[in-house]
């Protein structure tokens, strides 16, 4: 039961939560203080005289493991969810007991931003400030074993898989959630009326709530029944912050286990010019680097090493173990010959952001239509810990006018598996609402994740002004 319910926070939890690039609607020219978080230097141009986001929220999540296969549960069927969890009837996996050594992943990231602002200055110069206020989360399960996946999903009660020599040297883990307090600038670098340079910078204050992770896998091991899970040279390290400290919460500043500072850069050309009807360029192109930084959590946090040539954890089936600090121990004591203590080798670490460099191409190629390119690349963090943005390479067909938006993102996610996707977003008025991957929720095919967002915001447009360049 415990298991279902992580899965169906997973998998629903994050739709009450924008996804961090979602490209239906921030690439857009009426996506205000949003499109900031793409690209800082796209409010330095803006249509806006002021954008005031009151709430908005999604989520992004994949992976090649888990699903709700198709017919399932109905469109939107979150009761019907409940109840497979509650039955344990609903879920399946792609474990295939002939490739056990086959390697699985995992992406997820959820964003909720809260009141928000961007404001155009009252000088001779075209610029612009925002702020925003944002809870942002991000995990990753990079190239866990099937056989690992598996086991972790039967609760090591799947039989098929005991007394069997099982190794896993691949699988890394990292999860971060943090609250974050950015301070957005733009202006108008050049502006001869043929070409128009932008450029913009975010720099964020960054308060971890929390964060794990496991990394250097070395694990050997054997089921043998519900008496004995055996190790054989293995070795691993992992952190977390102490998770049981959320239980006594009573406050905001319970949710403190750590500080960091975050920054974004970006520039935008455009070539003026354009349909006459239209945004008043014929295109731009812009690039930015996102999610510079790191947090480091040193309030009940804590750094263990595991490493054995030979460990027993014998009637494992009857322990019961109520928080991570007893699991710690455990697994301490099993490593290291009853030794619970030995593995603690820290009371802090750092967790790199999901830094990424991004492209954006836009076309106003009739009047109001546009044709977006978005591509988002994520870096790693070599052989330290720290969640990652998967690559996204996006191409958004897009009908943009004062109150209404309409957009079809055709897209490909990569974080070690391919996912192509197709979504729509609508903005009417100061609601939009989204997804690049809606198959899934609305029941069309099976469910491995979903991508969805929505929001309100309040704005006030520029006066139009004439154009005296453009012929």
């Not at 992770?213 to 992992?238: E, M, P, R, W």
């Amino acid at each position: 039961m415990q298991k279902r319910l992580t899965l169906f926070l997973c998998l629903l939890f994050p739709l009450f939560l924008a996804a961090q690039q979602n490209t239906g609607i921030r690439t857009g020219n009426y996506s205000g203080i949003q499109g900031a978080l793409l690209n800082p230097a796209s409010i330095a141009d803006t249509k806006l005289k002021w954008d005031v986001n009151v709430l908005s929220g999604g989520t992004n999540f994949d992976n090649t493991f888990v699903y709700i296969p198709k017919g399932a549960v109905p469109a939107f069927g979150f009761k019907s969810i409940i109840e497979g969890i509650i039955h344990e009837d609903k879920f399946g996996t792609h474990f295939d007991p002939k490739n056990p050594g086959k390697l699985y992943n995992l992406t997820l990231s959820t964003e909720l931003l809260g009141p928000s602002f961007q404001l155009q200055l009252p000088t001779t110069v075209n610029s612009v400030i925002g702020l925003t206020i944002a809870s942002r989360s991000y995990a990753n399960i990079r190239n866990i074993p099937g056989h690992v996946a598996q086991s972790a999903y039967d609760h090591l009660l799947n039989q098929g898989l005991w007394n069997a020599p099982f190794s896993d040297h691949s699988t890394q883990m990292d999860a971060l959630s943090w609250l974050e307090y950015g301070l957005h600038y733009g202006a108008v670098l050049f502006d001869d009326g043929a070409t128009k340079w932008t450029g913009g910078i975010s720099l964020k204050y960054l308060q971890g709530v929390a964060a794990a992770y496991a990394k250097n896998t070395n694990l050997n091991y054997t089921i043998g029944d519900t008496t004995h899970l055996l190790f054989a040279h293995s070795s691993v390290d992992y952190g977390r912050t102490d998770y049981d400290s959320y239980r006594k919460i009573s406050g905001y500043g319970d949710l403190n286990h750590g500080h960091g500072l975050g920054a974004d850069l970006g520039v935008v050309f455009q070539q003026l010019g354009g349909p006459k009807e239209g945004a008043g360029y014929l295109y731009k192109i812009g690039i930015s680097l996102l999610d510079i930084g790191s947090i480091k959590f040193n309030r009940n946090a804590a750094v263990y090493h595991l490493q054995t040539d030979g460990g027993d954890f014998s009637g494992w089936r009857g322990v019961h173990l109520t928080s991570n600090i007893q699991v710690d121990r455990t697994l301490s004591a099993v490593f290291y010959q009853g030794d619970s203590s030995r593995s603690k080798t820290g009371d802090q670490f750092t967790m790199g952001l999901p830094t990424s460099l991004s492209v954006q191409g836009d076309w106003n190629f009739c009047s109001s239509f546009f044709l977006n390119a978005t591509i988002v690349k994520g870096f790693g963090h070599a052989n330290g810990q720290g969640v990652r943005q998967p690559d996204i390479y996006a191409v958004t067909p897009r009908y943009e006018s004062k109150w209404w938006d309409v957009s079809l993102p055709l897209s490909l996610l990569y974080y070690g598996n391919w996912r192509p996707r197709a979504g729509l977003a609508v903005r009417a008025g100061y609601f939009f609402f989204g997804g690049d991957a809606p198959v899934g929720l609305l029941a069309l095919g099976d469910m491995q994740g979903v991508d969805f967002y929505a929001g309100v915001h309040f704005f006030v447009l520029q006066k139009v002004q004439k154009n005296t360049n453009n012929n």
